[in-house]
């Protein structure tokens, strides 16, 4: 059975309910960037929808200095906010690929290390600027 062009992952559920485009991204394009981040669906699922939400804008867009950055707020036994930037990237895809996959290292950490609490930084992989921090 084919999907359709709009078809988005199961896993893919909570980036459609929870993302909100900010500073960059039109949203004409939503669907394309909903697509992108579904991988970080998988990491997810494990928290209600209405425990997370989800934020992308993008930086200097198709600018020399051009930098997406998701951010990621999860509600559970405290809230935690997840941010990671993108490195100067040309190709938009590129830039969103590398920042995603941030987010989901950052998610995976601290989902596999609890006694980390929201206040100590995870270290950044690649070129990719990370934090987190409790949101107040």
Not at 4 to 9: D, R, T
Not at 22 to 49: I, N, P, Q
Request: charged letters at 25%.
């Amino acid at each position: 059975m084919r999907q359709s062009m709009n078809a988005v992952p199961a896993d893919a559920s909570v980036i459609v309910q929870r993302l909100h485009l900010s500073a960059g991204f039109h949203a004409t394009g939503r669907d394309w960037v909903v697509g992108c981040l579904a991988a970080l669906g998988t990491r997810l699922r494990s928290y209600r929808d209405d425990q997370v939400d989800l934020e992308i804008s993008l930086k200097d867009r198709d600018g020399d200095e051009q930098r997406v950055v998701p951010q990621c707020w999860i509600s559970s036994a405290h809230r935690v906010h997840f941010v990671a930037t993108s490195s100067k990237q040309r190709l938009l895809s590129s830039a969103l690929g590398e920042a995603r996959d941030d987010l989901i290292r950052q998610v995976d950490e601290a989902k596999t290390d609890p006694h980390r609490t929201a206040s100590q930084p995870i270290a950044a992989a690649g070129g990719a600027r990370t934090r987190d921090r409790l949101a107040t």
